[in-house]
């Protein structure tokens, strides 16, 4: 089993910036796909960005340019640095893992492992 825990998420204006943090425990894997998504009541998951554990990031289109993924194979933490942020940011930001890194793309229903989420909340 897999634990991922995240952390950052914060209530900010327009325009600023957040780092947030997924932290994993448990049984990881040195193969893997990590990613970060964001929902808003009423509307489907959303996948904002993706990483293996090679390097391989992947972006929504929506979000390219200023959302950064990245990660600390290290110390088993994925972050997604967020610059310029809009309203439309607002919601719960979840990251979520698999094993191997195949296909390693931002689609919900391919990831195992997910955490209790974090809110993002931007005002204007």
């Known amino acids: 089993q897999v ?3 995240e952390s950052g998420g914060s209530s900010v204006q327009a325009g600023g910036s957040l780092r ?3 932290a994993a425990s ?3 894997f040195a193969r893997y796909c990590a990613g970060w998504f964001r ?3 009423g509307q489907e998951r959303e ?3 993706t990483i293996s554990s090679d390097g391989t ?5 929506s979000v390219a340019g200023r959302f950064t993924i990245s990660h600390d194979n290290a110390k088993k933490t994925v972050i997604l640095q967020i610059d310029g942020l809009e309203p439309e ?3 719960t930001y979840y990251c979520a893992a698999r094993r191997g890194t195949d296909y390693c793309l931002p689609i919900p229903g391919e990831f ?8 993002v909340t931007v005002s204007t």
């Open 26 to 28: 448990g049984n990881t």
């Open 89 to 91: 940011d607002t919601g």
């Open 112 to 119: 195992d492992y997910w955490g209790q989420g974090t809110q």
């Open 3 to 5: 634990t991922l825990v």
């Open 39 to 41: 929902q808003v009541p």
């Open 47 to 49: 996948g904002v960005a």
């Open 57 to 61: 990031t992947m972006y929504a289109e």
């Open 20 to 22: 947030l943090s997924c």
